[in-house]
């Protein structure tokens, strides 16, 4: 599982030009689930992205995590982080899960933020969406459950 953190002051996702999501000051994830990712990746990375100290502290140093700072999400399944491009140069994208199990443990790593007491906006699986965001900082973070 890979999921691109980016710290925001605000995002949002629309589908066919309608808002489908929004949030302010938190986290937009972009979210691949590879094809052996299992329920226990999904965990460890839903727990990193809880517990990590990315917004400033009152001394200017990042101390605070989203809890702290009583931060949203907005979570966007992404299966081109599993992108291959060693071959020639259009992607191959065999690493990626199968739709059916990659949108089950999508929303099961959406769940598990919610758990958390995060809100927890999304985009659509599978739809074509337009993202916008508002970086801040610009801090941006890649977890992977095969790097633990």
Same mark, same amino acid.
């Given at each position: 599982? +890979?999921?691109?953190?980016?710290?925001?002051?605000?995002?949002?996702?629309?589908? $066919?030009g309608? !808002?489908?999501?929004?949030i302010?000051k938190?986290?937009?994830? &972009?979210?691949? /689930?590879?094809?052996?990712?299992?329920? =226990?990746?999904?965990?460890?990375?839903?727990r #990193?992205?809880?517990?990590? +100290?990315?917004f *400033? %502290?009152? %001394?200017?140093?990042?101390? +605070?995590?989203? #809890?702290?700072v009583e931060? $949203?999400?907005?979570? /966007?399944?992404?299966? !081109?982080?599993? @992108? %291959? !491009? #060693?071959?020639?140069? +259009?992607?191959?994208? !065999?690493? $990626?899960?199968a739709?059916? @199990?990659? =949108?089950?443990?999508?929303?099961?790593?959406? =769940? &598990? &933020?919610? $758990?958390?007491?995060?809100?927890? @906006?999304?985009?659509?699986?599978g @739809?074509?969406? *337009?993202?916008?965001?508002?970086? %801040?900082?610009?801090?941006? /973070?890649? /977890?992977?459950? #095969?790097n633990?």
């Amino acid at each position: 599982m +890979r999921v691109v953190v980016q710290k925001v002051a605000e995002a949002s996702v629309s589908v $066919a030009g309608e !808002t489908i999501g929004e949030i302010g000051k938190g986290f937009l994830l &972009l979210v691949g /689930i590879g094809k052996e990712d299992s329920q =226990e990746d999904v965990a460890y990375v839903a727990r #990193k992205v809880s517990n990590l +100290r990315v917004f *400033e %502290d009152e %001394d200017g140093k990042m101390n +605070r995590s989203l #809890k702290d700072v009583e931060g $949203a999400v907005l979570s /966007i399944s992404q299966f !081109t982080l599993f @992108a %291959d !491009t #060693k071959k020639g140069n +259009r992607p191959s994208f !065999t690493g $990626a899960a199968a739709p059916d @199990a990659g =949108e089950t443990l999508y929303q099961a790593f959406n =769940e &598990l &933020l919610r $758990a958390e007491g995060f809100s927890v @906006a999304s985009g659509r699986f599978g @739809a074509h969406m *337009e993202v916008r965001l508002n970086n %801040d900082g610009p801090v941006t /973070i890649l /977890i992977d459950s #095969k790097n633990k």
